[in-house]
């Protein structure tokens, strides 16, 4: 997914519309004040929330131990 042509500080990343965008999963993303992480991941079509009442890097220290975990209960098959 290419949020569009430009560059940032980290080319793995694009930035539009106030999202974040990980060139590499596609994961969109925009971290708040307090730590919530919202994020969507369009290919596999779904979004989460992660709310906290912290700071940015704790918040974003747990959205990366839950984005596997998250994308592994939505997309795999139960049965």
Known sequence: ?????????????????GWWVDRDS???TDGGLYGSVPWL???????AFLVVEADSPT???LADL????VEAAVTEPHG
């Open 1 to 17: 997914l290419e949020a569009y042509g430009g560059a940032t500080w980290d080319p793995g990343s694009g930035y539009g519309m």
């Open 26 to 28: 596609g994961r969109i």
């Open 41 to 47: 991941d369009l290919e596999d079509g779904y979004g």
């Open 59 to 61: 918040g974003n220290a």
């Open 66 to 69: 839950l984005y596997d975990v």
